[in-house]
């Protein structure tokens, strides 16, 4: 295999080492490119950049492959256990019983939110998009605890890790809860995971939240799906973020927001959106498909297309039968599935999105299984974050142990060349001072 190759440009020579991964994947390794040539290279939205090395998680997009440490995603989906996962990704390995039983009952210790903080869930107003309330109070955990600013040993690492997976579940629920003017449920300690989350979601002082095994698995998968995709835009924000120093919380919350935006995390709510626009009758199913092919239109096929897969997402057929048996077991005939059963079968037989190779994603059938739980739509994004918790942890982690540089890319610049300063009686102003212009307006015009 080629160990390296040889660039020369203007007469400057530079020897770019190949890296090769454990799955043969190739890298130029380009970090004497521009020390070398004065050269950098350019890539908007890093379709062909490597930002690190990383042995978390591995994706063939072409193949439709997608593994955690080694383990292929199909294999969780028989007894999925969603804090296994966690443990796995964030360390390496799958637990011991030892390892496991300690980080159950660290997540058990560290699910209440300290007091104080649930008074920050009434300062939000009620139509507060919950991804700004979740990022927010991920932040506040920084002021809560600041003993888990500085990471100085494997036992604090391991609690900050807990409490993350642990209250990101608490939040969530109390700011659902704020948001519908209904009393908090806290954490209850006989419950497990997933359990706990529908529990401080859904039960009333007189009716407590009752679940069966089929939906506790089920939502463990849908945890599973979610929990790592390498470098995707919000890991990569954990990483930037991180490289800077930030703790681990501060890392999350940017990670939260980045997943926030519909072309990432956001899009299972916009999925819902297209489906219920076209149940509602809005569009049929043959107007949105062609609108999703209109560049003018401003809409795509939401929950269809990924940067990395050019096959089919596993994650997106995993999900799909666990939409399917789960409105069966719970027998709820949900149009919505059908709609989206119809739209997948259209694009796939359609020449635009077959020549664009563009497939169905995660984000395509998750949200008829979180309809099915009882999910609000508003909060898909935030069931989203909580699978993604263990992943961004994980990568935080790794580049930390690793050492990295500060992320800092560089850009080629495009604006003016040396300019001048025109003072603003040389470009026609009457008025020179601040205080005349700004003195009259700002006496009329407050706005809250
Ligand atoms: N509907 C219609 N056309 C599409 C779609 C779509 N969903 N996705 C991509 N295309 C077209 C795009 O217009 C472009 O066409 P052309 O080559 O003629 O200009 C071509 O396919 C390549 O698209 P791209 O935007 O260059 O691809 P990308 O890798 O930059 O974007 C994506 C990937 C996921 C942002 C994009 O496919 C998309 O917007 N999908 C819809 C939103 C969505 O489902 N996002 C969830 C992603 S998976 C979970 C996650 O990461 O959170």
Redesign the pocket.
């Given at each position: 295999m080629t160990k390296s190759v040889s660039l020369t440009l203007d007469g400057n020579s530079v020897e770019l080492p190949v890296v090769v991964g454990s799955e043969l994947e190739k890298g130029l390794d380009i970090s004497q490119l521009r020390s070398a040539t004065g050269c950098i290279t350019l890539d908007p939205?890093y379709?062909n950049t490597g930002s690190c090395q990383s042995a978390i998680t591995y994706i063939d997009g072409d193949a439709g492959i997608l593994r955690y440490r080694g383990i292929p995603i199909e294999q969780f989906e028989q007894s999925p256990n969603f804090i296994e996962v966690c443990w796995l990704l964030i360390f390496g390995s799958l637990p011991t019983e030892a390892e496991y039983a300690d980080f159950s009952e660290r997540l058990t210790r560290h699910a209440m939110l300290d007091e104080s903080m649930k008074h920050h869930f009434q300062g939000f107003p009620t139509q507060a998009p919950p991804m700004a309330i979740l990022s927010a109070m991920i932040n506040t955990l920084s002021c809560f605890h600041p003993d888990m600013i500085e990471m100085d040993s494997d036992d604090k690492f391991i609690t900050a890790a807990a409490r993350l997976i642990s209250k990101i579940r608490t939040i969530a629920a109390f700011a659902y809860r704020s948001s519908i003017g209904r009393p908090y449920n806290y954490p209850n300690p006989d419950l497990l995971y997933v359990t706990n989350f529908m529990h401080m979601m859904f039960s009333l002082p007189h009716a407590p939240y009752e679940t069966d095994e089929i939906v506790r698995l089920a939502f463990n998968l849908v945890l599973i799906l979610h929990a790592d995709?390498e470098q995707?835009?919000s890991t990569s924000t954990v990483r930037l973020v991180g490289s800077s120093g930030a703790n681990l919380f501060a890392s999350c919350a940017a990670g939260v927001c980045a997943l926030w935006g519909?072309?990432?995390?956001g899009?299972n709510v916009?999925v819902l959106d297209m489906l219920e626009q076209i149940h509602q009758g809005d569009l049929s199913v043959e107007e949105y498909m062609r609108l999703?092919?209109d560049?003018n239109s401003g809409i795509?096929?939401?929950?269809?297309?990924?940067?990395v897969y050019k096959n089919f997402d596993p994650r997106a057929q995993m999900l799909q039968k666990v939409a399917e048996q789960l409105l069966t077991h719970l027998k709820i005939n949900d149009p919505l599935l059908e709609i989206g059963k119809r739209l997948e079968d259209i694009a796939l037989n359609d020449p635009y999105f077959v020549e664009?190779k563009?497939y169905p994603?995660?984000?395509f059938y998750s949200g008829i299984i979180l309809r099915a739980l009882g999910i609000p739509t508003n909060m898909f994004t935030v069931v989203f974050a909580m699978g993604r918790m263990p992943g961004w942890i994980a990568h935080w982690r790794e580049q930390q142990q690793e050492g990295s540089r500060i992320g800092r890319p560089r850009q080629i610049y495009t604006g003016p060349t040396l300019n001048d300063y025109v003072p603003r009686d040389k470009r026609g102003w009457k008025s020179v001072s601040d205080e005349d212009i700004l003195r009259p307006a700002s006496r009329q015009n407050f706005e809250f």
């Open positions: 939205g379709g995709h995707n835009c519909p072309l990432h995390g899009a916009a999703a092919k560049k795509r096929l939401m929950g269809f297309g990924h940067r664009r563009l994603n995660v984000d």
